[in-house]
Structures are given as C-alpha cells and as structure tokens.
C-alpha cells in the first residue's frame, strides 16, 4: 500500500490531503476469499447447495462482491494509513468518489482534519485567587431569619393585599370571550410580588379584598410555554376567597424540629446551620478557583481548532439547550452562530486538558472512576419517574443501573473523561500560583440580595 500525505491551506494548517494506493492484489484476494465463502451457502436453480462452480459465482456475484470488497477496504485501509502515517484525525474524513476497475490497482484521496500539536505553556505562572471567608455569628443569625421568613405563619387579613401578602383565590381566564385550557383554578394562594404568576396578574390583584371580584387583562410573553396563548392577551375573571398576611413564627424547639432537629434545639440548629454555610463556602470557593484556572489556560494559549470538533459541540449544544427549553422543533433553536463563541472555547478547553493529561502521564484513578459512576446512576436513577418500592428494591435497581453502565463502554469512557478532566483541573491549581483574599460572608455569597 502506497500512502502520500499533504498539509492543504484548509483549517489553519489542520486539514490533511491524503492519498492511497491499494495494490490490485489485495483486492482480488478478498474478493475471491468473499466468493469462497459465499459459494458455500449459496442456491442457484441447477446447482447443489454449495455446490456452485466459482466461475459461475463469479460472473453472478462478482461485481456485487467487488464494490463491498472495496468499500470494506476503504474504511481498513484508511485507519492502517493514518496510524502508519502517526496521524490523529479530529473527524471523519470526505473520500472521493472511488469507481475502481476490476484487476486493477484501487485509489482514493481522503480529505480530513487532525489534532493540532499543543505546546503547554506558563502553567506555574498561572494565578489564581482562594477566597478566605469568615462566618460569623450575625451571618448564622441571618441565615435563621431567613429560614423564618421562608416558613411564615399565615394570618387573616381584614385589609387589601399588598405586596407580600398572600391571595387565595379562584380565576378564570378566557380570549375573545372563548375559555382556554388551563386557564381556570379554585382555591389557589399566590403570594404577591414573589414571580410565580404573570406579573399583569399579580399587579391586577394588588388592592382587593376577600370577596372582591375583578377582571383583570394579563398578556402572555411572546415566548410563553403554550405556543396557543404566547403573544396574546387574556382577560381572567378573579373573585379572592381569603387575604393573609406573614408572620414570621417564633425561634423555638417546635420551629426547630419542622427541620428535623429533634434534639438540642436552637443551639443545635444553629450548629448545624453553620455547618451548612461552611460546606456551601468550600463548594464555592472549588468552583471559583476551578473557573480562574481555566480562564487563565484557555487566555494563556492560542489553539487551532478543528472546524469538525467545533460543529460537533455546537450541535451538542444546540441540542442541550432545545432539552432544557422543551424545544424539539428545529426551527425554534437559536442558530449555529448563537452557540459558536462558547462552543470555540469548550473545544480549545478540551485540547488544553487532553494535553495536560498527556504530558503529565494523569491516569483516571479507579476510586474516582467509581465515586463519579455512582453519581451518575443515581442521578439518572432520580430523573426516572418515581416508582413505588422497598428499600431493598431501590437498591437492587440501583445495581442494576450500574452493571449497565459497566457494560457500556461509551458510557464508561466519558465518566472516565469526565475523571480525568477533574484530575487534569487539580493538578492545574496545584502548579499555580495561589493568593488569598478575604471576604464576609454575605460578599461572597451575596447572601440576601
């Protein structure tokens, strides 16, 4: 097999030309091998079962043969050429059209982009800042009013809502006079000015009392969930059944125990608060310094990109965002060059990782593999719609979950990525240059803004 390589002006010096010869030889063999095989089974009217002289399979099946022969030999030769060749293609390559003779020699070119050569660089220079936070007690006494604020008591108002009152009531919303699904409830509570409903309809409800009636005009945005009301206006009969004011209830043990704090009452609560606040401090500060790592590599090297890596991650990212949306329609995702900017930089990432995972030898460890295997599975695990069962069933389910994802081995090489990227990242802030800086509580956290 004869290979010739060349590095064309396409992709900044990433796209390769490459041509291959494939000796005749060759091909005669595994076609004559496939028309062995083939005449062992085959049934020709005249013929004994695998009886059927070659000659004849020949000139029945031969030229059939002869294009899958080739077209097997394309994908084979093309993978012994590139790892002949030391190449690392960065996608499927475009092969010109190949129409080969019989007896004769078979040739193709094979158009694609490899991997560019990263040269790492700066990466004990690079810096990072750690937060160092401090909790005091006024940040554990306002995480507890906080949580009091989010429990209140309810009590009757004998005034008009306002802001932060809670409204009770029962609505129905039509257009043109027509009712729409959906647009009738009994007994529902929305408390005022909190977002959950249509800000025309929470402004519409400010100033009533229990037992008023209103109609009030609501317009649903353009990009409303319900394709059939987005854009229009709707006018909701509303009659309000109660009107409650918060109050917030008394820090004691029975406050206490509604979060589970059976014992040592607020002295325990507020121990376990502040807890909390200092895991939720560490996760923070990790994916603060994760982020400043990564900024500073990505900022610190140019890298050439694949243009096939870049269109794969933007249709991955396109695709995200129409799940997350609950949009499938095509035409409803934002166009390519919506996502290019972020999708550029998650490839060039990914290159400056893999190189740092090569260079420095970093091997996914086994109990990280795991611990991240885990996670995933009971993830996947709780999206599942809830199903009843014992507790020994859940686990069974569990196991069940993760011999699967054992056997996958496209699964199990992403959660390995996944592991190595951690590993890459740790081993990043562990050559950077590290500086500390304080920061209060509620600065850090912009805790109840």
């Not at 078979?106 to 990072?128: C, N, Q, R």
């Not at 507020?270 to 994760?290: A, P």
């Not at 999206?383 to 199990?412: I, N, T, V």
């Amino acid at each position: 097999m004869k290979v010739s390589v060349q590095t064309t002006s396409g992709s900044g010096g990433l796209e390769r030309r490459m041509e291959v010869e494939v000796p005749a030889g060759r091909i005669d063999t595994a076609v004559e091998s496939r028309l062995r095989d083939l005449g062992r089974t085959a049934r020709l009217q005249g013929f004994r079962p695998g009886k059927v002289p070659p000659a004849v399979m020949r000139q029945r099946y031969g030229s059939q043969v002869h294009q899958e022969v080739v077209e097997e030999l394309v994908k084979r030769t093309f993978a012994e050429a590139v790892m002949e060749q030391k190449l690392s293609p960065a996608g499927g390559p475009r092969i010109e059209p190949v129409s080969p003779v019989a007896g004769q020699d078979l040739k193709y070119t094979a158009t694609f982009e490899v991997y560019p050569d990263i040269e790492l660089k700066g990466l004990d220079t690079l810096e990072v800042e750690r937060p160092v936070v401090e909790i005091a007690a006024a940040d554990v006494d306002g995480m507890l009013e906080h949580l009091r604020q989010q429990r209140p008591n309810w009590v009757t108002a004998d005034r008009p809502a306002k802001t932060g009152d809670r409204v009770t009531m029962n609505f129905e919303g039509s257009i043109d006079g027509v009712a729409f699904e959906g647009g009738k409830g009994e007994n529902v509570p929305i408390v005022l000015g909190a977002g959950r409903m249509l800000p025309d309809l929470e402004a519409g409800l400010e100033g009533l009392s229990a037992a008023d009636r209103k109609t009030v005009p609501v317009g649903f945005p353009d990009d409303y969930q319900a394709a059939a009301l987005a854009g229009k206006t709707a006018d909701f009969a509303v009659q309000v059944s109660a009107v409650d004011v918060p109050e917030l209830p008394p820090l004691d043990d029975a406050f206490c125990a509604s979060f589970g704090i059976a014992e040592g009452g607020v002295e325990e609560f507020r121990r376990q608060i502040e807890q909390n606040m200092l895991r939720e401090v560490e996760q923070t500060t990790r994916s603060r310094m994760r982020a400043q790592v990564l900024e500073k590599l990505f900022a610190a090297h140019t890298v050439p990109l694949p243009a096939a890596l870049v269109d794969q991650q933007i249709n991955d990212m396109q695709v995200e965002w129409g799940r997350r949306s609950g949009v499938y329609e095509v035409e409803k995702i934002p166009a390519r060059e919506t996502f290019e900017q972020n999708a550029r930089r998650r490839v060039s990432l990914g290159l400056l990782i893999g190189a740092v995972v090569e260079r420095e030898g970093i091997k996914a460890e086994p109990g990280q593999v795991q611990e991240r295997l885990e996670a995933v599975v009971a993830q996947a695990h709780d999206a599942r719609p809830h199903q009843h069962g014992s507790p020994q069933e859940h686990q069974q389910h569990l196991q069940e979950m993760m011999q699967a994802y054992r056997k996958d081995r496209q699964a199990m090489s992403q959660i390995e990525s996944m592991v190595l990227e951690e590993q890459a990242i740790e081993w990043l802030l562990s050559q950077a240059r590290v500086k500390e800086k304080k920061y209060a509580f509620k600065e850090f956290t912009h805790f109840g803004e």
